[in-house]
Every structure is written in structure tokens, then in C-alpha cells.
């Protein structure tokens, strides 16, 4: 299949967030709303459960049950027109040229998820555990001399990279390359719904690197997940191209973003909250508890979209076949009529029984056990070899997605100490 590089699409809006206007108006590209997107959030949950931004042309459903019902119904809210707001297609006419089973909806997902979901269960990640920790450690001991770092360039964003490109089998050599274009397919411009030029541009350079990767693989074999994906076969029949493309790229930018923002937020947000990080400190039994805390209160993930089937009714709002709605898991994992009067609050200890962080039903986030496994062994080591870390607030740099929350860069200062002093 030849690769031709894509000419930009969609509109630029350039509409804010005005809490004092009569109508909330949420615009998720808004960097306003990536300051705190909470306000807006609470807002729709209260005065607009079923909001309609007539500009953006989307619904978005805020409250905890319905975006739940969301997830569940797959049947009403279909995946096939496209899970990011930005690149939502026609569900029946337009083929990308790389076929993702997070774009599907069962029984063809069903099919599709099977191929890979052996690989990443509980037990296969617990395998993983001293693997992971071993990597985390190393990247802790090259900046451990030097009393400060960048959270995120050093530690946060190459680790989960490398855990997945181990999975994955792909070459060391690669892993900058891959975490370049990555963040550069995600990162997008305030307000505006257009995809930059430079996210296609990284796409384009993702795939043409993948092409090239599975046919070095078909002539001379490789190691790992994808040479497997070679081998297999649904209905009888082997993967086409953009199938095995379609689960290259959505492995390599799912199992690096989220996790790298995951870990990141987590810091960011503890050093906020001194008594809690001093507590994690203390116990680090507690850091299972702080990852799943992280992921209701500030999810790397803020909203999946979906593409209605059929007319619906919500709220006293009539949606229509083929309209788009945002299911907001941020705003979700908010709810007071889930969480209780302190959902605003964050609380290590709170240990939710349910939130939706990783999604819900046929979609259920396929590397959850991988992203806990990888959140609590990072936080662990940090706060057992650099426990009294600062954050810089004043020089830390925001990620800019659509849906995906995190920081560019994290500055940090902490205690000297020789790497093989604290390990
Ligand atoms: C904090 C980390 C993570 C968060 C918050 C997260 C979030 C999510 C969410 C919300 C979904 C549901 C999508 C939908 O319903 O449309 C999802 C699906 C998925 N995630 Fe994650 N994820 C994380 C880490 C990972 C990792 C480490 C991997 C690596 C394997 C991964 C791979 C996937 C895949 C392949 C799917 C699609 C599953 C399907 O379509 O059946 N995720 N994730």
C-alpha cells in the first residue's frame, strides 16, 4: 500500500471557554480548558448533562451514568466514526489507511481484540514487573547526580516506550523516533479543531516507519508482538496491511502517551498536595491507591468520541443518526452523584469502586493492567529514591492534545545522591 501525505482538514474555531456566559461553552481544544477543564465540567453536569456546541457540531455527556451508558452501548454509540473529535469520518464511506480495532464495534472488534488481548492480562504484566522496575531505576540513576531533571524528558516519557517497544519488538534505536512522532500526532493548536499539518506529517512518517519495519519482518522475521501479528489470521486469512498497521499504531501511541502523562500528572499533582506525597513517602503501599486516584481525578484521557446509530432522546434533547458525542470520562470521574460531595477532592485513600479512566464494556482499555503496573512501580521508585523532588510550576509546560492531558516538560529538583547510594 503507498502512503500519500494528507492535505490538513477541518475548520478553525476559535471559541474559548466563558464561565460568566449564560451557556457553557465547551471547546475541548480550548487551552483554557486544558488549565482546568473542571469548571466547564461542572458546569455541563449541572446545567447541560446533554450539551450541544452548535459550532464543533458535537454532544457531550458529562454525568457519570450516562457517559457509562455510553461505553456500554456500543450498539447506540458506535466507535466506527472515529474515536477523536477531530478525525471523525463517515461511519459506512471513508477507509483510513490504517484499520484500528478501537475504531470498530463488535462482533468485527471482537475478533480483532482477541488477537492481542492474550498478551496483556494481569499475569502476563505481573511477569513484567522487575523488567519494568529495572528500566524505571535506570533512567532515575542517570539524573540522580545532578539534583535536578526534567520529569518528563528523563524519566516519564522514555520508560513506557521502552516497556511497550519491548512488547511491541521494536529496536532501542527506534524509541526517540517513535516518542518524537508520537507526541507530535497528539499535540494540537488553541481552539482550533484542524489538525496541524505537523501531527499528519508525524502520521504519515509513523506509518512509512511501520511499513518499512513489517517488511524488513516478512523477509527476515523479528521478535515480539508484531512478528506474531504476521502469523495470525482472522476468518482464515492473514492480517491485511492496514490491519497490522492499524494495531502498530494504536499499540505504540496508546502504550506510550497515556502511561507517560499518567505518571507525570501524578508527581505534578502530588507535589500539590504535600501531606499525601509525604504519606506515599512513608508508605509505598500506598502508590496503587495514588495511580488509581490519579486516573479518576486527572485522566491522561479526557473524553472518547462516539457516533450515534440512531436517533436518541437525552436530558429533553433530541440527538440524531450520525451526530457526534464526546463522552466526557473527566468529567464523569467528577460526579458528585458518583463520587459523593468530595469528587473535586483529590485523595489517595479514596479508592473508587468503579470510575471510567480506562473506558468501559467492548473497549475497556486493553493495556489497563500494563498502565497500573507501569504508574505504581514509577511512583514507588520516585518517591523512594528522590523523596523530597520540587516541582518548578513556574516552568513546567503543558500538553496540548484534543483529548489527552499531561505536561511537555516538568522541571524537578531534588537531593543529589550517588545511583548506587539509593538503589
Ligand atoms: C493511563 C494510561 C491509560 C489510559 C488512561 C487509557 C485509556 C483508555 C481508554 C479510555 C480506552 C477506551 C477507548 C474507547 O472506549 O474508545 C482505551 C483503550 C485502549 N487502550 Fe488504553 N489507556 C492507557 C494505557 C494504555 C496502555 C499502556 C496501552 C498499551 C497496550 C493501551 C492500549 C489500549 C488499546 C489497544 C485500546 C483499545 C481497546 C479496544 O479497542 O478494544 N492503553 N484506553
Excluded at 92 to 100: K, L
Excluded at 183 to 188: A, C, K, S, Y
Excluded at 395 to 403: C, G, I, L, M, Y
Aim: charged share 25%.
Amino acid at each position: 500500500m503507498a502512503l500519500t501525505r494528507v492535505a490538513s482538514v477541518g475548520t478553525t474555531t476559535p471559541t474559548t471557554t466563558s464561565p460568566t456566559s449564560p451557556e457553557p461553552i465547551y471547546n475541548p481544544y480550548a487551552f483554557a480548558v486544558h488549565d482546568n477543564p473542571y469548571v466547564i465540567y461542572t458546569r455541563l453536569r449541572d446545567e447541560a448533562p446533554a450539551y450541544w456546541n452548535p459550532e464543533l457540531r458535537f454532544w457531550a455527556l458529562s454525568r457519570f451514568d450516562d457517559v457509562l451508558e455510553g461505553f456500554h452501548d456500543f450498539e447506540t454509540f458506535s466507535s466506527m466514526g472515529g474515536v477523536a473529535l477531530e478525525s471523525r469520518r463517515n461511519r459506512s464511506h471513508e477507509r483510513p489507511p490504517f484499520e484500528q480495532m478501537i475504531e470498530m464495534d463488535p462482533p468485527d472488534h471482537t475478533v480483532f481484540r482477541k488477537l492481542v488481548s492474550r498478551v496483556f492480562t494481569v499475569l502476563r504484566m505481573a511477569e513484567m514487573e522487575d523488567d519494568v522496575r529495572q528500566i524505571v531505576a535506570g533512567y532515575i540513576d542517570a539524573v540522580i547526580e545532578r539534583g535536578e531533571a526534567d520529569l518528563v524528558a528523563d524519566i516519564t516519557s522514555p520508560f513506557p516506550m521502552d516497556v511497550i517497544s519491548a512488547v511491541l519488538g521494536l529496536s532501542e534505536a527506534d524509541r526517540p523516533f517513535l516518542r518524537e512522532v508520537s507526541d507530535q500526532i497528539l499535540v494540537r493548536e488553541d481552539g482550533s479543531i484542524q489538525i496541524p499539518q505537523e501531527a499528519m506529517e508525524a502520521m504519515f512518517d509513523l506509518l512509512s516507519y511501520f511499513q518499512a519495519d513489517l517488511g524488513r519482518r516478512r523477509t527476515s522475521g523479528g521478535d515480539g508482538l508484531i512478528s506474531d501479528l504476521l502469523l495470525l489470521e482472522v476468518d482464515g486469512r492473514a492480517l491485511t496491511e492496514a490491519e497490522l498497521l492499524g494495531f502498530c499504531v494504536l499499540l505504540v501511541i496508546a502504550g506510550h502517551e497515556t502511561t507517560t502523562k499518567l505518571v507525570s500528572n501524578a508527581i505534578e499533582i502530588l507535589s500539590r498536595h504535600p501531606n499525601q506525597r509525604n504519606e506515599l513517602v512513608a508508605a509505598p503501599n500506598l502508590a496503587s491507591g495514588a495511580v488509581e486516584e490519579v486516573l479518576r481525578f486527572h485522566n491522561s484521557t479526557q473524553y472518547m468520541h462516539r457516533t450515534l446509530t440512531c436517533d436518541r432522546e437525552m436530558h429533553g434533547r433530541q440527538m440524531h443518526e450520525g451526530d457526534s458525542v464526546l463522552l466526557l470520562i473527566g468529567a464523569a470521574n467528577h460526579d458528585e452523584r458518583e463520587f459523593g460531595p468530595t469528587a473535586e477532592e483529590f485523595d489517595l485513600h479514596r479508592r473508587p469502586e468503579r470510575h471510567l479512566a480506562f473506558g468501559y464494556g467492548a473497549h475497556f482499555c486493553l493495556g489497563a493492567a500494563l498502565a497500573r503496573l507501569e504508574g505504581r512501580v514509577a511512583l514507588e521508585e520516585i518517591h523512594r529514591r528522590l523523596p523530597d523532588y520540587e516541582v518548578d510550576h513556574d516552568a513546567k509546560v503543558r500538553f496540548h492534545s484534543s483529548n489527552v492531558t499531561g505536561w511537555s516538560s516538568l522541571p524537578i529538583r531534588f537531593t543529589p545522591c550517588s545511583p548506587s547510594g539509593n538503589r
